[in-house]
């Protein structure tokens, strides 16, 4: 597992780690939005943090083997993050096309993360689900599961 300096730049694009995902993959504080945690648990896989994956990733869904394989002479090299919901989230608000929603106890992130394994670039395209519970006297975000949006044919 990797760490990192409080003075580095998130992994996620956020400002420093120490002020943006440290305090969540440390256990210091609680993510408040189902976006913190996933850009959360996006920094974890840069460090290879199985402990805070496991913890943030819901028991029913919740994998049985390893989450991240550090066994293979071949290691994914995270490249950078994009949200992509909370970009048409602002766009639709600023437009006032609808009311901003509150997410309540349930909500998805869609976002692009690319990595580069063997070699080659790839781009992992997810819509994520989280759920919120009350979790030993806590309310706290857990992953879900997550879908993948078909690739759009470019005209």
């Known amino acids: 597992m990797q760490t990192m300096t409080t003075e580095a730049a998130c992994p996620c694009g956020g400002a420093a780690y120490a ?6 993959v440390a256990g210091e504080a609680l993510p408040a939005t189902a976006e913190q945690l996933m850009r959360s648990r996006y920094t974890a896989y840069t460090l ?3 402990a805070y994956l496991r913890a943030t990733w819901h028991p029913s869904t919740r994998p049985g083997e390893a989450i991240v394989d550090e066994s293979g002479a071949e290691k994914t090299k995270w490249l950078g993050l994009e949200i ?3 970009f048409r989230l602002r766009q639709r608000n600023d437009a006032q096309d609808e009311p901003a929603e509150d997410t309540g106890d349930a909500d998805s992130v ?29 309310w706290r975000w857990f ?9 759009r044919a470019r005209k």
Request: some cysteine; glycine content about 12%.
């Open 48 to 50: 290879g943090n199985e």
């Open 19 to 24: 002020t943006c995902c440290g305090p969540f």
């Open 84 to 86: 992509k919901s909370a």
């Open 110 to 138: 869609e976002f692009v993360a690319r990595y580069k394994l063997g070699g080659r670039a790839h781009r992992l395209h997810e819509v994520s689900r989280f759920v919120r519970e009350d979790a030993q006297g806590a």
């Open 143 to 151: 992953y879900l599961d997550g879908s993948f949006p078909e690739r």
